[in-house]
């Protein structure tokens, strides 16, 4: 039996980094003490974006034989490591058997305890155009901020650029000077790493901007869901 599983592949290097971070904030002192974690890289999964805004191949099908998967290998709870893909949770197989720790809903949790009032979101055009996050936020009386179409073409190809070469840091860079340009027109609202592959970059930014990082909050769920402490330092990262 797993504590959890981990459906991911949306990209590769995400969901290594959503592991890692689950081993790094765990209070452990040898291996018996870390969480036990399946990971399914589904690396053929449909481009959801592509799905969304230009009638693609569904990822559905995928994500629901994952699940299947993660079921029979009696896995307690599991996490789907892309937040486009979160678009389609309505259509994924819901069971008794299996938690799903929702990063969209996890996040406007966070959000609404944090009480934020407006929240600049960047992400795919598969997420912030098909409203992902944009609907809860709403719902929950959140402000989204939107940023202009030039920004979300730099943003868009700073995630596949990732995707495709994996060059951290020079994306990194990229991805601070769009977010200094968003900020001067949104003084002091907090940005929303609404895509895994820009999580990724998240070491490398400045730290005057105010960051809520999805990948965090359900990182530090899955382990608090699991049983097993936080480490001290890390106990006020997610709270």
């Known amino acids: 039996m797993y504590e959890l599983g981990i459906i991911g592949g949306m990209g590769p290097e995400a969901t290594a ?62 996490i789907i490591c892309c937040n486009t893909v979160h678009y389609y949770t309505p259509a994924l197989i819901k069971s008794d058997k299996i938690e799903f720790i929702n990063m969209v809903s996890e996040t406007i949790n966070y959000i609404k305890s944090k009480e934020k009032r407006k929240v600049i979101i960047i992400g795919t ?27 979300q073409k730099r943003i868009s190809e700073i995630i596949y650029g990732i995707k495709s070469t994996g060059v951290l ?39 005057e901007f105010s960051i809520i990082d999805p990948l965090d909050i359900v990182a530090i769920k899955a382990i608090r869901l699991s049983g097993c402490k936080i480490r001290p330092e890390y106990e006020n990262l997610i709270i």
């Not at 890692?20 to 890289?41: F, G, V, W």
């Not at 009386?141 to 920004?151: A, M, R, S, V, W």
């Open 17 to 78: 980094e959503l592991f890692h971070r689950i081993i790094k904030y765990t209070e452990a002192k040898c291996d018996q003490d870390h969480i036990s974690i399946c990971i399914l890289n589904i690396t053929d999964t449909p481009d959801r974006t592509a799905a969304i805004l230009d009638d693609g191949l569904s990822p559905v099908s995928h994500l629901n034989r994952a699940i299947c998967d993660l079921i029979k290998l009696r896995v307690k709870r599991f």
């Open 125 to 151: 055009e598969g997420t912030v155009l098909a409203g992902v996050y944009g609907g809860a936020l709403n719902n929950a009386g959140i402000k989204e901020l939107k940023i202009q179409t030039n920004d």
């Open 169 to 207: 840091q020079i994306y990194g860079d990229a991805l601070a000077g769009v977010m200094a340009e968003v900020a001067k027109t949104f003084p002091d609202a907090p940005f929303l790493l609404a895509c895994t592959e820009l999580s990724l970059l998240k070491r490398y930014l400045n730290t």
